[in-house]
């Protein structure tokens, strides 16, 4: 299967691993949520902004950029062009993870206090600094079997870091019970690095046992190092050619999101919350809620990677009516599991908080937040048939209107009806985003009725 139908068979292992690994986060959000508490996790959740907007510059572009340049391999089995730009992606991400990690280490406190606007955060963004290396290498390595189609090494790495990262919080927990120490929230961080580094150390070994088996190195030795220099140039050109525009949309797009997680919290207290309860709020929200309301997405993120290169294959050879099935296909089955789980978190909403997560909180914002699932799964795959549909840019500045419609939210809403008001804007800019999208789709949403109209009125003129 995985010969025969390659993109198939690895999207469905990923889809699997990715359920596995969602399952096993769920449980390690439950265990942090009672180890660190409410508080703790909103201390936590506000470095998220850190971790997206360093992905962003470090590895995001370079990855897809990877995986694009060795795509050709397994054709032309051309194991030197491929090294060349394992290599050259390996330089540019280190390089860049190296500067970004140790302006992160030096300026946590100013980062802490200045732009996540809590300086409890400062050791946690040092921690998380010491991650970075290790995050890029994994990534393009996993960028170079995405391209590949060999999507096995990337799903076990991605098991191998949750369960390093959980056994690991788990062992320094159980020490620190041990020796009756309090356990801190840095530990959440260090299981971080931890699993970043195990995840990259299978990764590497991978890498080299595969290109020796190859039998790479013994010929690699014999190209000249002045051919290798000028091909080494040209490949870096072609990959920052690729890798800087996507690092910045992708930046962009994290920029926005990481200024509205950032002023939540602030935005909370103008409300008239003290600090410990609008981390507790956030904690609850981001770090309890959030996960639970997304995984059922598990199954929509599967689609929306199938249905892209199915779109383009059918956008390029102008079969318009395969994708009008493959939109209707797609809307009707995310508004059903939309709709379900609706269904289901609002009715077990207040049991699932008090039972799993021991909050109230949790219990009545999964209530609320319930009505956002048809929309929220939707709108995912929607967006990815508009990729595929070449609609890129038109994507991009729809997700930008999401995101502002939630900013203005955040800056004027909440600070009038407190955490109701954000509620709201995610409710508001997930309907926009679902509209603009069914909008650009419209030729295709009603493609088999304005084909049955036109065959009645071909039928109407022949009887005339």
């Given at each position: 299967?995985?010969?025969?139908?390659?993109?198939?068979?690895?999207?469905?292992?990923?889809?699997?691993?990715?359920?596995?690994?969602?399952?096993?986060?769920?449980?390690?959000?439950?265990?942090?949520?009672?180890?660190?508490?409410?508080?703790?996790?909103?201390?936590?959740?506000?470095?998220?902004?850190?971790?997206?907007?360093?992905?962003?510059?470090?590895?995001?572009?370079?990855?897809?950029?990877?995986?694009?340049?060795?795509?050709?391999?397994p054709?032309?089995?051309?194991?030197?062009?491929?090294?060349?730009?394992?290599?050259?992606?390996?330089?540019?991400?280190?390089?860049?993870?190296?500067?970004?990690?140790?302006f992160?280490?030096e300026?946590?406190?100013?980062?802490?206090?200045?732009?996540?606007?809590?300086?409890?955060?400062?050791?946690?963004?040092?921690?998380?600094?010491?991650?970075?290396?290790?995050?890029?290498v994994?990534?393009?390595?996993?960028?170079?079997?995405?391209?590949?189609?060999?999507?096995?090494?990337?799903?076990?790495?991605?098991?191998?870091?949750?369960?390093?990262?959980?056994?690991?919080?788990?062992?320094?927990?159980?020490?620190?019970?041990?020796?009756?120490?309090?356990?801190?929230?840095?530990?959440?961080?260090?299981?971080?690095?931890?699993?970043?580094?195990?995840?990259?150390?299978?990764?590497?070994?991978?890498?080299?046992?595969?290109?020796?088996?190859?039998?790479?190195?013994?010929?690699?030795?014999?190209?000249?190092?002045?051919?290798?220099?000028?091909?080494?140039?040209?490949?870096?050109?072609?990959?920052?050619?690729?890798?800087?525009?996507?690092?910045?949309?992708?930046l962009?797009?994290?920029?926005?999101?990481?200024?509205?997680?950032?002023?939540?919290?602030?935005?909370?207290?103008?409300?008239?919350?003290s600090?410990?309860?609008?981390?507790?709020?956030?904690?609850?929200?981001?770090?309890?809620?959030?996960?639970?309301?997304?995984?059922?997405?598990?199954?929509?993120?599967?689609?929306?990677?199938?249905?892209?290169?199915?779109?383009?294959?059918?956008?390029?050879?102008?079969?318009?009516?395969?994708?009008?099935?493959?939109?209707?296909?797609?809307?009707?089955?995310?508004?059903?599991?939309?709709?379900?789980?609706?269904?289901?978190?609002?009715?077990?909403?207040?049991?699932?908080?008090?039972?799993?997560?021991?909050?109230?909180?949790?219990?009545?914002?999964?209530?609320?937040?319930?009505?956002?699932?048809?929309?929220?799964?939707?709108?995912?795959?929607?967006?990815?048939?508009?990729?595929?549909?070449?609609?890129?840019?038109?994507?991009?500045?729809?997700?930008?209107?999401?995101?502002?419609?939630?900013?203005?939210?955040?800056?004027?809403?909440?600070?009038?009806f407190?955490?109701?008001?954000?509620?709201?804007?995610?409710?508001?800019?997930?309907?926009?985003?679902?509209?603009?999208?069914?909008?650009?789709?419209?030729?295709?949403?009603?493609?088999?009725?304005?084909?049955?109209?036109?065959?009645?009125?071909?039928?109407t003129?022949k009887?005339?």
């Amino acid at each position: 299967m995985f010969k025969k139908y390659p993109l198939i068979a690895g999207t469905l292992l990923l889809t699997v691993t990715g359920f596995l690994s969602r399952i096993i986060g769920f449980f390690y959000r439950i265990f942090l949520s009672q180890t660190i508490g409410e508080e703790g996790m909103g201390i936590y959740q506000l470095i998220a902004p850190v971790m997206g907007l360093s992905f962003s510059i470090t590895a995001a572009g370079i990855q897809t950029a990877i995986s694009k340049f060795v795509a050709p391999e397994p054709t032309s089995h051309d194991y030197k062009s491929s090294f060349r730009v394992l290599l050259v992606g390996f330089t540019i991400s280190l390089s860049l993870s190296a500067i970004l990690g140790f302006f992160l280490f030096e300026y946590s406190s100013f980062i802490a206090k200045n732009f996540l606007l809590e300086e409890r955060c400062a050791p946690l963004v040092r921690i998380f600094a010491l991650s970075l290396p290790f995050g890029s290498v994994h990534s393009c390595i996993n960028g170079y079997y995405y391209g590949i189609k060999k999507t096995g090494l990337p799903a076990f790495t991605q098991l191998l870091e949750q369960g390093g990262r959980v056994l690991s919080v788990y062992l320094i927990y159980s020490y620190c019970q041990s020796k009756g120490y309090e356990a801190s929230i840095a530990i959440s961080v260090v299981g971080i690095v931890i699993g970043e580094f195990v995840s990259t150390a299978a990764s590497a070994i991978a890498l080299f046992l595969r290109f020796n088996r190859l039998g790479f190195f013994l010929s690699a030795m014999e190209t000249p190092i002045r051919s290798a220099k000028g091909k080494l140039q040209a490949t870096a050109c072609n990959i920052l050619s690729m890798a800087v525009p996507l690092s910045a949309n992708r930046l962009v797009i994290n920029g926005l999101q990481s200024v509205e997680a950032v002023y939540i919290p602030n935005k909370l207290m103008l409300f008239g919350l003290s600090n410990s309860e609008v981390l507790r709020i956030y904690g609850v929200l981001t770090g309890m809620v959030m996960p639970l309301i997304l995984f059922p997405s598990a199954l929509t993120s599967s689609i929306a990677v199938l249905i892209l290169p199915y779109v383009s294959e059918a956008e390029a050879a102008g079969n318009s009516k395969k994708i009008a099935n493959a939109v209707s296909k797609c809307i009707f089955f995310c508004l059903t599991l939309g709709f379900l789980c609706t269904a289901c978190f609002f009715l077990f909403g207040v049991w699932i908080g008090n039972t799993i997560f021991h909050s109230q909180i949790a219990g009545s914002f999964i209530t609320a937040m319930s009505f956002i699932c048809p929309f929220l799964y939707l709108r995912s795959v929607l967006s990815s048939i508009l990729h595929g549909l070449g609609k890129t840019a038109l994507s991009f500045f729809y997700q930008i209107a999401g995101i502002g419609t939630k900013l203005l939210f955040v800056f004027y809403a909440i600070p009038a009806f407190g955490i109701k008001g954000y509620l709201w804007g995610l409710l508001i800019s997930e309907l926009l985003l679902c509209t603009l999208y069914l909008i650009a789709l419209k030729p295709y949403i009603y493609y088999n009725k304005n084909v049955l109209g036109r065959l009645q009125a071909l039928k109407t003129l022949k009887y005339k």
